[in-house]
């Protein structure tokens, strides 16, 4: 980014120059002595089969201030298991491997539902959730970050730049959002592009200012997966576990902090992970599965505000985000030809119209029950109904690891 | 040869007359065992059923039992672990009447004294039990107590009396079982008397200031009121 321009509510940390990566790890391994950082990974065992996460080991070796990393390890046997251990072990900071398929971790998920808390289904929500209960039990990190784990483009730089605004004492946010511009040949992002922000700028169009479109409109990339917190944060907030996850997670921070303390971070010059298909006939799946979760958790939070939703706003709503979706695709098509990036505008256009189905569809949901899916319960919750909890979950864990 | 196949004769006659004897008591151990074992597996599927609807489970994990079994590397579900310890015990139990239906005087004498120690068992299990859940109430009314009176080592005192409770209700178990209750006891007096001493010495020794200033306060005070007697 080559702007330094400040929007919206919450402070942008742009990229000026060519910032030292030695001189911000210097710092970062001594504030963490007082500040230690927890890594979060969330992984798929097929990612260890693709072709990004040899890199991110390679980089994560390189990275001398993490107290711990735990990897939240999903779809994977016994045997995949050990096979990620080892992958895991050139790294020299204590990794530990969550196996959420493992014996162990299943009684754990069965403790939780016999106690009547709704963990929900496995996904990227729900490991990560799991993951900071665990950090939490263990004590030893003030600080967890969190980056998926199928970046392509992946440099310790971008976790170096994440965490720095809440490791350091001086600078002290209690969240930071890390964006960055998804670009090859072409732009990607469709989502965010064509999705969320023509969304926001509608509902702000029929509702006028609202403080939790605000928030959300303050960042630019909402939807990133990467983000770090001060251990409080992941304690205090509940997260949805479908895709609504972002969103959901930016709408627990705007509830339970001031907006002062958090930010967003230009990460990256250029971010490349996996592309999730259109799916546009199919609702539960790809694109237009994300769009009815992100629209629905965007609806319930506005509703939990004191927002009133009616039929009628939302024929609206769909009328004025076509409107604003089909503005920004020209304005994006301008963006590309400056640019030299190829730029298909009929496939852009197919998105629009599969995202409008999308939040049609998400009204329809809405309306018939506007509770929708259950959050997963905060972590102050669960150790009230289970109080050994997370004492299990780090048996579990350590003897997963022996 | 006649005489040796007299012999022989001889033999599997008396093999076969003692088999006849036996028999009956073989048959009616099989029966027994055979019917002790299914007897058990109705029992223990009538008591998941039971426990499933009591919500033992949850209970367990609310109480913290869960947690310990854990700690102890043991992954079922409580439930689960006492329906299968109440079917082993029926299993044993009818095993062992079982075995006492063949009428031979060792194996009686061994079953009594086996029955006659489990009610020492299972009493030592209940001490276990409620020792562990009363502990836990104790430690945690200690950590609430001293974190609102904003002592600073609330949570290690709390550990030392949890410590010290676990330490007694072993001794009591223990004893109850009559494992060696001399050393027991002896073991216990020792440990939990040296715990006592070693605070009270800890806490004489620490206080002697305060207690100094306590007593020169007090004499003081006293001499400040006789004065104002003779005025």
Known sequence: MSDFHQNGIITTLHRLGKPSLQRLEAELVEYAKFRPVALVLPALYSEFEGPAMAGIVEELTKVKFLKEIILVLDKASEKEFRKVQEFMAPISSEVKIIHNDGKRIGEIFDTF?????????????????????????????????????????????????????????????????????????????????????????SIQTLRGPLGFINFLDSFRYPLSGEFCMITDVARVNRIPWDWGLEVGSLAE?????????????????????????????????????????????????????????????????????????????????????????????????????????????????????????????????VISAIPGILEMMQEAVDEDNR | MKIFLQLILDALKDVYVYFKQVAPNILAMLTIILFGFLLARIFRSLLRRFLRALKFDA??????????????????????IIASIIFWLLLIVSIMVGLSALKIPTIANLINEVILYLPNLFSALLILLFGYILAGFIARAVLIT???????????????????????ILAMALEQLNVAPGIVIAAFSIIFGGIIMALAISFGVGGIDSARKMLEKDSAAKDEKKDIEHI
């Open chain 1, 253 to 381: 921070v705007y509830r339970n902090y001031s907006p002062r303390r958090v930010c967003q971070v230009d990460i990256a010059e250029n971010y490349e992970h996996k592309h999730q298909a259109l799916s546009e006939h199919d609702p539960e799946k790809g694109l237009l599965k994300m769009t009815i979760d992100i629209c629905k958790s965007i609806f319930r939070t506005l509703a939990s505000e004191g927002s009133v939703f009616s039929q009628g706003f939302f024929r609206s709503l769909s009328v004025a985000y076509l409107r604003q979706a089909e503005d920004t695709i020209v304005r994006y098509e301008a963006d590309a030809a400056i640019n030299g990036l190829e730029f298909d505008r009929h496939e852009e256009a197919k998105a629009v119209e599969a995202f409008t189905r999308g939040l049609i569809m998400a009204a329809e949901a809405f309306i018939e029950n506007p509770m929708g899916t259950p959050l997963i319960p905060n972590w102050n919750r």
């Open chain 2, 146 to 168: 001293a974190v609102n009176s904003g002592y600073q080592y609330a949570k290690l005192l709390a550990e030392i009396v949890r410590l010290l409770l676990t330490v007694l």
């Open chain 2, 59 to 80: 209970w367990s994990d609310r109480m913290g039992i869960t947690a310990i079994m854990r700690k102890g590397g043991v992954w079922s579900k409580p439930g689960e």
């Open chain 1, 113 to 201: 539902s016999r106690n009547g808390l709704e963990v929900g289904l496995r996904g990227k929500g729900r490991s990560a959730w799991l993951a900071y209960g665990y950090v939490i039990g263990r004590g030893q990190s003030d600080v967890i970050a969190l980056h998926d784990c199928d970046i392509v483009t992946y440099n310790r730089e971008m976790l170096v730049r994440l965490c720095y605004p809440v490791v350091n004492p001086s600078v002290d946010y209690v969240f930071c959002k890390g964006f960055y511009s998804r670009i090859t040949d072409r732009m990607h992002g469709r989502v965010t592009r064509l999705l969320i922000t023509p969304l926001i700028r």
